[in-house]
């Protein structure tokens, strides 16, 4: 199993064992979490080495102008999100964590993902700050005019002409290599782990290009066509996409933060006030402590009297590290964080409530 504790011994015993002596003695916990903590679910990580959409994309499909221009291209790249957050499962640290907050009441998480999969661990709502939002929330494109809101909302397809079902040989009948080709993400997906299959580790997960359809349509070639980078187009209306049901006037939007998007004031505020009092331990779990909002958190820790733990894959982010009041785990936030909270939480299950799975 992919999130077998097999590899927990690569931890430095004398650090775990000064970590597990903190943790024992620590009341205010904050977490601050990244998308490190679900890549061992199997959830790509937004932008990070091998992230399927790359900085350009981004400017197309998570930034209001994005949506602005071709709202259909966006919600085709969220309904790919929302399916592949719906298919991966919670891992052993999303557990481990909902488990600390049950056993800790001073312990609050603060995560930018927007995957779902923390609440579906069952980490108590009141013990979790989702900075980014959630893609199973939706709302209204006109936020202060309507205003409306609806949270849980799973359903899958949201509208016919985002069935993300759809297979590569479908969608591949859209594709016009003079012309826009349609970019379904699915197919994008399809396109990436065709790409990795033909170059192996030469591929790192760029932004599709010309280069990926013309290997796709004849992957006994070599690729060694011109690369341009493609303006993606969704080809979808506005009738397409969900329909507020208040206003009757607008689309809905997904209920995340976008690229020049401000947080929203209510989490900005509750979170600043998680430091007006001494913090004991901070945790940063699978985002890079160089860069906010992680750094700045982590700070506002320290400043509070915390010890601060990064626990990531890669160690080129941990900086700042105070040598003798830190620690520094590397290694799968899944395999590590287990082993870090177990004098608190135990043994953790897996389980998954939504499926109906029993807990191992
Ligand atoms: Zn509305």
């Given at each position: 199993?992919?999130?077998?504790?097999?590899?927990?011994?690569?931890?430095?015993?004398?650090?775990?064992?000064?970590?597990?002596?903190?943790?024992k003695?620590?009341?205010?916990?904050?977490?601050?979490?990244?998308?490190?903590?679900?890549?061992?679910?199997?959830?790509a990580?937004?932008?990070?080495?091998?992230?399927?959409?790359?900085?350009?994309?981004?400017?197309?499909?998570?930034?209001?102008?994005?949506?602005?221009?071709?709202?259909?291209?966006?919600?085709?790249?969220?309904?790919?999100?929302?399916?592949?957050?719906?298919?991966?499962?919670?891992?052993?640290?999303?557990?481990?964590l909902?488990?600390?907050?049950?056993?800790?009441?001073?312990?609050?998480a603060?995560?930018?993902?927007?995957?779902?999969?923390?609440?579906?661990?069952?980490?108590?709502?009141?013990?979790l700050?989702?900075?980014?939002g959630?893609?199973?929330?939706?709302?209204?494109?006109?936020?202060?005019?309507?205003?409306?809101?609806?949270?849980?909302?799973?359903?899958?397809?949201?509208?016919?002409?985002?069935?993300?079902?759809?297979?590569?040989?479908?969608?591949?009948g859209?594709?016009?290599?003079?012309?826009?080709?349609?970019?379904?993400?699915?197919?994008?997906?399809?396109?990436?782990?065709?790409?990795?299959?033909?170059?192996?580790?030469?591929?790192?997960?760029?932004?599709?290009?010309?280069?990926?359809?013309?290997?796709?349509?004849?992957?006994?070639?070599?690729?060694?066509?011109?690369?341009?980078?493609?303006?993606?187009?969704?080809?979808?209306?506005?009738?397409?996409?969900?329909?507020?049901?208040?206003?009757?006037?607008?689309?809905?939007?997904?209920?995340?933060?976008?690229?020049?998007?401000?947080?929203?004031?209510?989490?900005?505020?509750?979170?600043?006030?998680?430091?007006?009092?001494?913090?004991?331990?901070?945790?940063?779990?699978?985002?890079?402590?160089?860069v906010w909002?992680?750094?700045?958190?982590?700070?506002?820790?320290?400043?509070?009297?915390?010890?601060?733990?990064?626990?990531?894959?890669?160690?080129?982010?941990?900086?700042?590290?105070?040598?003798?009041?830190?620690?520094?785990?590397?290694?799968?936030?899944?395999?590590?964080?287990?082993?870090?909270?177990?004098?608190?939480v135990?043994?953790?299950?897996l389980?998954?409530?939504?499926?109906?799975?029993?807990?191992e």
């Amino acid at each position: 199993m992919a999130d077998s504790t097999d590899n927990a011994s690569d931890l430095d015993p004398a650090a775990v064992a000064d970590f597990h002596d903190a943790l024992k003695q620590s009341k205010h916990i904050v977490a601050i979490i990244g998308a490190g903590l679900s890549a061992s679910s199997g959830l790509a990580t937004f932008r990070g080495t091998g992230g399927l959409w790359r900085n350009q994309d981004v400017m197309q499909v998570a930034t209001p102008a994005g949506f602005h221009h071709d709202p259909g291209l966006v919600w085709q790249f969220y309904t790919y999100r929302r399916h592949e957050a719906l298919r991966a499962k919670p891992n052993r640290a999303h557990y481990a964590l909902a488990q600390l907050a049950h056993q800790i009441p001073g312990f609050v998480a603060l995560t930018q993902n927007v995957d779902n999969l923390s609440p579906r661990a069952g980490h108590p709502p009141d013990q979790l700050k989702e900075l980014h939002g959630n893609l199973f929330t939706l709302i209204c494109s006109d936020k202060v005019g309507c205003g409306y809101i609806e949270r849980g909302n799973f359903q899958e397809p949201l509208t016919p002409a985002l069935d993300p079902s759809k297979d590569e040989t479908t969608t591949l009948g859209s594709i016009d290599p003079n012309n826009k080709p349609r970019a379904n993400p699915v197919l994008l997906a399809g396109i990436a782990r065709k790409h990795a299959q033909i170059l192996g580790d030469t591929y790192h997960g760029d932004t599709p290009t010309t280069r990926d359809l013309s290997s796709l349509k004849a992957p006994e070639q070599p690729p060694t066509a011109p690369t341009a980078v493609i303006r993606l187009s969704s080809g979808l209306e506005k009738e397409d996409l969900p329909q507020c049901p208040r206003c009757k006037n607008n689309i809905l939007r997904p209920d995340v933060v976008w690229f020049g998007e401000a947080l929203p004031l209510t989490i900005v505020e509750e979170t600043e006030a998680l430091f007006n009092q001494p913090v004991d331990l901070c945790l940063t779990i699978g985002t890079s402590s160089i860069v906010w909002p992680a750094a700045g958190y982590a700070d506002m820790a320290r400043k509070k009297g915390a010890r601060v733990a990064v626990i990531n894959i890669c160690a080129e982010d941990a900086k700042n590290i105070r040598p003798e009041k830190d620690w520094v785990f590397v290694g799968d936030a899944a395999v590590v964080l287990p082993e870090l909270l177990k004098p608190v939480v135990g043994d953790v299950a897996l389980c998954d409530e939504n499926v109906g799975e029993d807990c191992e």
